[in-house]
């Protein structure tokens, strides 16, 4: 089946950036290095989020992550940035870490969407109960779903 | 409770499932009354967009009843009569805030899929792939809606179920179309594709002034039905060259404003391009065909505005990208933002000056929906729209 490959290409674009890493060996500048911070933006004013109030989700990491919360330009409220205190292995960027779920940013930026969601709706909107049985192909579009809360950019 | 169900490239089934619930309290659980074949289901069933499981409810356009409603749900009530928006919207975002609906940051439940493709999430829509976060459709006899204070819409008495079913999805696309491009009085507008969107798109050219407004397809029901319900001009493109009839309608100019309302299995009389389009989209060289995107950028007049409606999932080739640098062209496009149209457009059909009804070549029951989106995709029996109407 055609659209399995690109179902593969599109888990090669969620994990591509990791592979980036291990070939240049350019940590600070690397999409997904450790040291770089995962950060959204919340549409509310900055006097609504306080490093020391935040949603639960990232309120419970304590001092296991770093914050910082700036104004953001014009009206677009308020820049929530978070990223974890201890230096984090290598291992953990890999794709292999990634599918399988090992890479601790991925909580963390689920976290950190949870938080962004919780202050701008009051809720986290949570998926239908799926209505799917299991194919081949089918399988790793779930993988890729069970992974993609955690995934990204940000 | 049964649902149409896609079960692989090209194969849709009636199948049961278990009942929606409320998963969060701004849900509301809405008993469908009809919903309707729109062509973006097309490029789903076809395995274009290949972010589809086995078992997946599609459906994304309709109209129903609410039967439940979640504790944090302020402006609805068991009872009410709603059409609801194909993009769910949270309302309180920067993007909601800013009717930029369909660009929702708190709706897509799989942001990592849109990261990877798109470099940003976008808002999820109802039985559209998990990759748009992999809510249910609505081909189902229930459905969940999540923000329901912001994606579900009171339908006026006045307004029958059929004529408002549209106000979903079809007609605010349409409409958006137009206004984004920026629709003027005194615009030659130019519009490809004669199915529903594209026939919305330049009934809304009319109503935001324009003064003329040329439609292009091939299927002659179609192109009949565009100039007889919306008072739109048409040009059959085999018949003739498109480019050379609109330069010729407008005085060598070329229309002020091209939308583009076919999408990524756009049909081509050049068999030489269709055919290398077709096998670089089969072999995923190129996602999508954009035939009548080319052909609008194109024909367009010089800086004049390009509005691509027809859905694209990833990557094109041959994108005439020197016209649009030299001729200094402004192409936009966008998935609809429903609730920044809809209370208006429910206005509009109540007042009749606008009218949908026509869409509606077909009516059918759940069980018949394999079927019916059969005829829709091969676009026989004058097919233009099924309504497909699951509680009978
Ligand atoms: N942007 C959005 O939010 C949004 C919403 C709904 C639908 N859509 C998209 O809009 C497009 C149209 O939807 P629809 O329901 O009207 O579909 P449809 O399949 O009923 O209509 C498409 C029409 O395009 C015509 N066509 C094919 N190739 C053409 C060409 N080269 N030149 C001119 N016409 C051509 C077909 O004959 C057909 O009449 C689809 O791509 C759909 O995914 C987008
Ligand atoms: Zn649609
Ligand atoms: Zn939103």
């Known amino acids: ?154 | 409770m049964k649902a149409l169900c896609w079960e692989g490239v090209n194969k849709l089934a009636v199948e049961e499932v278990p009942d929606p619930v409320l998963h969060n309290d701004q849900d509301v659980i809405v008993r469908v009354i009809a919903g309707t074949t729109c062509g973006s289901d097309l490029h789903l069933i076809g395995g274009y967009i290949p972010f589809m499981r086995s078992g997946d409810v599609i459906g994304h356009e309709f109209i129903g009843e609410v039967v439940e409603v979640g504790t944090g749900v302020r402006r609805h009530a068991v009872g009410d009569r709603v059409v609801v928006s194909s993009f769910v919207g949270c309302g309180r975002c920067w993007y909601c805030t800013h009717d930029m609906w369909s660009l929702c940051d708190n709706t897509n439940t799989n942001p990592g899929i849109g990261q990877a493709l798109f470099g940003a999430d976008t808002a999820g829509i109802f039985g559209y792939s998990h990759a748009m976060g992999g809510l249910r459709g609505s081909h189902a006899e229930y459905v969940r809606v999540p923000y329901a204070d912001y994606g579900a819409f009171k339908v006026p008495e006045g307004v029958d179920d059929t004529s408002a079913l549209f106000v979903s999805d079809s007609v605010p696309t349409g409409w958006m179309g137009a206004d984004l491009a920026g629709v003027k009085p005194g615009d030659v507008v130019a519009v490809w594709g004669c199915g529903a969107v594209g026939q919305m798109a330049a009934r809304a050219a009319i109503l935001l002034g324009a003064e003329r407004v040329i439609s292009i397809d091939r299927i002659p029901e179609r192109l009949e039905m565009t100039e007889r319900h919306i008072g739109s001009e048409v040009i059959d493109y085999t018949a003739t060259d498109v480019g050379a009839e609109l330069r010729e309608r407008t005085g060598g100019r070329g229309p002020d404003v091209c939308i583009e309302a076919v999408g990524m299995e756009a049909h081509s009389d050049n068999t030489l391009v269709h055919a290398y389009d077709q096998v670089k989209q089969r072999l995923r060289l190129q996602t999508d065909r954009p035939t009548a995107v080319r052909q609008a950028i194109h024909a367009c007049r010089k800086g004049g505005t390009v509005f691509v409606l027809g859905v694209f999932a990833g990557a094109v080739d041959k994108f005439p990208l020197g016209a649009v640098i030299n001729k200094g062209l402004t192409v936009r496009g966008a998935q609809q933002h429903g609730q920044r149209y809809i209370p208006m457009l429910l206005d509009r059909l109540a007042a009749g000056d606008l009218s949908t009804a026509h869409l509606a070549t077909h009516s059918v029951s759940l069980d018949e929906a394999p079927r019916a989106y059969d005829m829709f995709k091969q676009k026989t029996d004058g097919c233009v729209r099924a309504v497909i109407r699951p509680n009978g």
């Open chain 1, 1 to 154: 089946m055609a659209s399995r490959k690109s179902v593969w290409v599109a888990a090669a674009g969620l994990a591509g950036a990791a592979a980036v890493v291990h070939r240049s060996r350019t940590h600070a500048s690397a999409p997904t290095s450790p040291d770089r911070w995962l950060t959204v933006t919340v549409n509310r004013d900055p006097s609504d989020v306080q490093a020391d109030k935040l949603p639960s989700p990232l309120h419970d990491y304590g001092d296991r992550i770093e914050t910082r919360i700036s104004a953001a330009p014009g009206d677009r409220g308020t820049e929530l940035a978070v990223r974890l205190t201890e230096p984090q292995p290598v291992a953990t960027e890999s794709m292999a870490a990634r599918l399988a779920g090992a890479d601790p940013r991925q909580d963390l930026r689920l976290a950190l969407r949870e938080a962004k969601a919780l202050l701008e709706t009051g809720e986290v909107m949570r998926p239908d109960a799926p209505t799917t049985h299991n194919t081949p192909g089918g399988r790793l579009v779930g993988l890729l779903s069970r992974r993609a809360g955690g995934e990204g950019v940000l």
